[in-house]
């Protein structure tokens, strides 16, 4: 039985890791920081199971980390652990810069202090390229443009300095957008996906947003959560880009929610300027024919489905309050 430790359990993708690797036979251990309030709901349905431990710690503090690495030797460790919102990103700099990159950092060296031979993934970022020219692949330059996509950077060439260095075992997965129901709240494809059921069904008058222009490659996160898994099962590590290789714009993204629910976006969507970020990103698209040539993954659901995928989970999520109003 293998064992694995991941840092962001309880975020979209380390719950749908900790699915994948119970599913493998894993025994999963997870970190939690420390909060007054539960923010475990993601993790609810499997936070009795055998095989599955969480323990409190933080990627903003290396003792922890050397702890608890001591204690469990992993086979296997991924380091999901971020303040991941971008616009939020302006307003935090200094936090995010600590958690995103000298987390990575505080991991990466933790690893080496207790002599560990596991294999490291690190969740590196599309945002890293800001507006390279897309497609966008594994030697494209980085150029972000924002407090995360620069901790993102620097996490990623620490996690190469660490593997040429220290002949560590740690492979980055440059992660374009992907979604899904456990997407956090303030994200604007989740965002959209609530407004658009509770427009529908009488809850909300209408929606905010900043700037419609900016085109992403939008995934589904269950699906790229074993891209990280393959990463690791390579015997030379290395760094993907991981996408699905087509782009739209979050006009797109919200013309096909409301389509969906058989409204017109053009009634209800209003924009608002404090939703814009101060440094945009405007195209990013993937190139993954590395993903594709060196761990047979490739992406499964592209937009139009997923945006039905969000938007009916969150239709079934209103039935009960609508039941009971």
């Excluded at 719950?15 to 993790?43: A, C, D, F, P, Q």
């Excluded at 494809?189 to 929606?207: P, Y």
Aim: proline share 4%.
């Amino acid at each position: 039985m293998k064992t694995a430790f991941i840092t962001g359990t309880s975020g979209q993708d380390g719950s749908y890791l900790v699915e994948l690797l119970l599913s493998k036979g894993y025994e999963v251990h997870g970190l939690k920081r420390r909060s007054s309030s539960l923010n475990t709901s993601r993790l609810d349905h499997i936070f009795e199971h055998e095989r599955f431990h969480l323990h409190y710690g933080d990627v903003c503090d290396g003792s922890s980390l050397t702890r608890l690495l001591y204690d469990i030797k992993p086979d296997e460790v991924y380091n999901l652990a971020a303040q991941s919102h971008v616009r939020v990103s302006f307003d935090i700099p200094e936090y995010t810069g600590d958690a995103t990159g000298m987390g990575a950092l505080r991991l990466f060296e933790a690893l080496r202090a207790v002599g560990s031979k596991a294999r490291v993934y690190q969740a590196s970022s599309s945002e890293m390229f800001g507006n390279s020219p897309a497609p966008q692949s594994e030697k494209t330059v980085f150029a972000p443009r924002s407090p995360y996509g620069c901790a993102k950077a620097f996490a990623h060439y620490s996690a190469v300095n660490y593997r040429e260095s220290y002949g560590m075992h740690i492979s980055c997965g440059i992660l374009f957008n992907h979604e899904s129901p456990r997407r956090g709240e303030t994200f604007v494809t989740r965002k959209i996906a609530i407004a658009a059921a509770r427009i529908k069904a009488g809850l909300q008058q209408s929606l905010a947003l900043g700037n419609l222009e900016a085109k992403r490659d939008w995934g589904f996160a269950p699906e790229y959560v074993e891209a990280m898994w393959r990463m690791l099962q390579q015997e030379r590590p290395g760094d993907y880009v991981i996408g699905t290789g087509e782009t739209y714009s979050v006009r797109d993204f919200v013309m096909a929610a409301f389509d969906h629910l058989g409204m017109d976006w053009l009634d209800y969507v209003t924009l608002d300027p404090r939703y814009e970020r101060p440094a945009e990103v405007n195209v990013l698209q993937a190139n993954t024919s590395k993903a594709w040539d060196m761990l047979g993954w490739q992406a499964r659901t592209f937009l139009p489905d997923l945006v039905r995928i969000m938007v009916d989970a969150e239709v079934s999520a209103l039935v009960p309050q609508l039941v009971t109003a």
